[in-house]
């Protein structure tokens, strides 16, 4: 008996049909358009030859008697088993990301009659290819589920990868992605030529991503392919040419049309452009963004696949329409991003200063990748007779605003050090100025001032959690330090105490986000602290303080995977002192013989030191400084050399005014005191007291 075999075919992807309603359980049936007659492509019964119906009651080849009433469609038939029958085609399965695949010549499902005809349509098919209804689905399922995979990206790679990944092996054997060069961020005007780079390809055979499970739809190809040698990294799009005007066009098209294949010598070079498949196996899509061209994308496949057919170019428009605007969002988010950072990160200090009699060394932690900085801040900040400012604060939350804030309050703080006034001095003025932002913002503050010449250290507090001091023996100490209230708060005193801080002692000024989080108070988390930093010192011995760096990294591990709810700063001090001698100190009465005196001071200390090879330049600079402090001062000036790793000079005065570097004309008796301090010295500068003014000078010694 005649066996005939129809094979199942989906129906969820087929375009309506005029007057069929789309709920009828008869389904593609009704929807298959009635074949004219005598072409011979009625539907034939199942199980019988020459299209009788089965008797009532007879077995169908399935082996199941149909019920009266039964209309037989694509769903309920069963393939036959008769000599006749075709060979089961396996269905192919689907690629990463449930993406169908264009198959190869020869490849694909089919579903035909005798005689070669389509049983939905009733036209001859080709053997070996898809029916037209079922490449409209498979296309349909494609552009979705690559649609969402480019959506996926973030960033401008990720974006590019999601179109290569997408698109090979499911519909191209390879893809070339050509990008501007720079890229225009939104409505940037681009300057000078187009110039496209290719910014990543990919071809058969290539490591696909793990998603398909190594899934290969087509076999590569054993020896290279002529498709491996397409591609030149830069190409430049002179006006008026072929290349340009396909760009202009927007549309994508096929290579063998007169206008792209003029074009693709320019976008490919002579080798690459006769490299790419005859026919029409290759598509160009430009990838055009919100308002220009961004760029243009070259479709590959091989000669012994099937070639792109017309509708596959309006997947081609979908896939370019997607990644040009996804690239275009992805470049002008970059750009943002990248000047949030920016900006967020010149609040911080790029480096701590160096400072004399004191060892620094910082952590800064964001809260997240995306705010890398947020309202937490320190500093470390140089003060007149060798002294050191150490801040640390933190304002509530971690979000732009809170860092715009904390900008605010550290520039505050700054310029309020400038001027030396005592901590708690510095505090009240960071509460009006927090009061003048706007209400509701908080913040707390630490401010401390060491002197390694006193080896004392005074620290004012507004809210902050206290400070834990290492000594070298290895004991960690909470220090007991008035809490304060918050900046921000006003109409609220603060106050300041005087602490000893002896030499290889460590300070360790930290924000709350180390030590509080959903898992542990604040207090829980300095005791932990605490125990942290005595651990870590007894690694090194009583005699020995543990290394600044290490410690701070130290300090960081204590933190678990749950407690990072916050920014943390962290600022360690190491006080290392200046020994009395090494420090000489004197009285001058603003007299003229004090310039002789200081000259006389100056040789007699440098000789006991041993650094008489430094006493003439000491004794020319000095004597310019101290003439220039007597002529206006009316209090006795200071004098004060110290010796560390170099030697400083600091001369005082009671007059507020600094001075200014000029160039003196040849006329002028005087002016030329700075311009030898500045060529002869190591370094120098001037600071502003609150009882007038330090003009200093350093110079190296052997």
Not at 327 to 333: E, N, Q, R, S
Request: with cysteine; glycine share 10%; charged share 25%.
């Amino acid at each position: 008996m005649d066996s005939t075999r129809v094979t199942e075919q989906p129906t969820s992807f087929e375009r309506p049909q005029p007057g069929v309603d789309p709920a009828d359980p008869r389904g593609a049936f009704l929807r298959s358009p009635a074949p004219a007659a005598g072409t011979g492509a009625a539907l034939p019964a199942q199980g019988r030859s020459g299209g009788e119906p089965p008797a009532p009651g007879a077995v169908t080849p399935g082996g199941s008697a149909p019920d009266a009433g039964d209309v037989p469609g694509p769903e309920h038939s069963q393939p036959g088993a008769g000599p006749d029958a075709e060979p089961d085609t396996p269905r192919p399965r689907p690629a990463p990301d449930g993406i169908p695949v264009q198959p190869a010549e020869g490849q694909g499902r089919v579903d035909r009659v005798p005689g070669g005809t389509d049983r939905r349509t009733g036209q001859v098919t080709r053997p070996g290819r898809p029916t037209p209804m079922r490449r409209d689905g498979d296309r349909l399922r494609f552009v979705g589920a690559a649609t969402r995979r480019i959506a996926r990206g973030i960033d401008l790679d990720e974006i590019v990868m999601g179109l290569c990944r997408a698109t090979v092996p499911t519909f191209s054997d390879a893809i070339l992605v050509y990008l501007r060069d720079p890229l225009p961020v939104g409505d940037e005007r681009p300057t000078g030529p187009l110039v496209l780079r290719l910014r990543r390809t990919d071809r058969i055979p290539a490591d696909r991503d793990t998603e398909g499970g190594g899934f290969m739809p087509i076999a590569p190809p054993e020896q290279p392919s002529e498709l491996d040698s397409v591609g030149e990294e830069l190409c430049t799009v002179e006006p008026g040419s072929a290349l340009a005007e396909v760009l202009r066009g927007v549309r994508p098209v096929f290579t063998d049309a007169p206008a792209a294949r003029a074009a693709l010598p320019e976008l490919l070079g002579e080798e690459g452009a006769a490299a790419v498949p005859d026919g029409q196996r290759a598509v160009l899509a430009p990838l055009r963004g919100r308002r220009r061209v961004i760029g243009a994308a070259l479709f590959l496949r091989r000669p012994e696949r099937i070639p792109f057919e017309a509708d596959d170019l309006l997947v081609a428009a979908q896939l370019a329409t997607h990644s040009a605007l996804g690239i275009d969002k992805a470049v002008l988010y970059g750009r943002e991003a990248y000047i949030a950072d920016e900006l967020q990160r010149t609040m911080l200090p790029e480096t701590l200063p160096r400072c004399t009699g004191v060892r620094l060394a910082s952590r800064y932690l964001p809260a997240a990748e995306t705010a890398r900085v947020g309202g937490d801040w320190y500093d470390a900040i140089p003060l007149p007779g060798s002294r050191v400012a150490l801040v640390v604060g933190d304002v509530m939350g971690h979000s732009m605003t809170s860092a715009a804030i904390m900008g605010q309050l550290r520039t505050t703080a700054q310029t309020l050090a400038g001027l030396d006034l005592p901590p708690q001095e510095v505090l009240h003025h960071l509460d009006e100025q927090a009061q003048r932002l706007g209400v509701d913002r908080m913040a707390t503050c630490l401010y401390a001032v060491y002197d390694p010449v006193a080896h004392r250290i005074t620290i004012a507090n507004a809210g902050h959690p206290p400070p834990v001091l290492l000594h070298l023996g290895g004991r960690a100490e909470v220090l007991r330090v008035p809490a304060g209230a918050p900046i921000g708060v006003g109409g609220v005193d603060f106050e300041a105490v005087e602490l000893e801080a002896p030499a290889g002692a460590t300070l360790l000024l930290y924000t709350d986000g180390l030590v509080e989080s959903r898992l542990r108070d604040v207090w829980t988390g300095i005791e932990q602290l605490r125990e942290k930093l005595a651990a870590t010192a007894q690694l090194t011995g009583p005699d020995h303080p543990p290394p600044l760096e290490a410690l701070c990294d130290e300090v960081l591990d204590m933190l678990g995977p749950g407690d990072r709810d916050d920014d943390i700063a962290l600022l360690a001090a190491r006080f290392d002192g200046i020994a009395p001698s090494d420090v000489a100190y004197w009285f001058l009465e603003p007299e003229d013989a004090a310039p002789g005196r200081a000259r006389r001071l100056a040789r007699r200390q440098l000789s006991r030191w041993g650094m008489d090879e430094l006493s003439d330049s000491v004794e020319l600079l000095v004597s310019e400084v101290v003439t220039n402090a007597v002529r206006y001062a009316s209090r006795p000036v200071t004098l004060r050399l110290l010796r560390t790793d170099v030697l400083r000079c600091e001369v005082g005065d009671d007059v507020p005014q600094l001075p200014r570097l000029r160039q003196a004309r040849a006329t002028d008796e005087g002016g030329r005191g700075l311009y030898l301090v500045n060529r002869l010295a190591r370094r120098w500068g001037a600071t502003r007291l609150s009882t007038g003014k330090v003009v200093w000078f350093e110079l190296n010694h052997g």
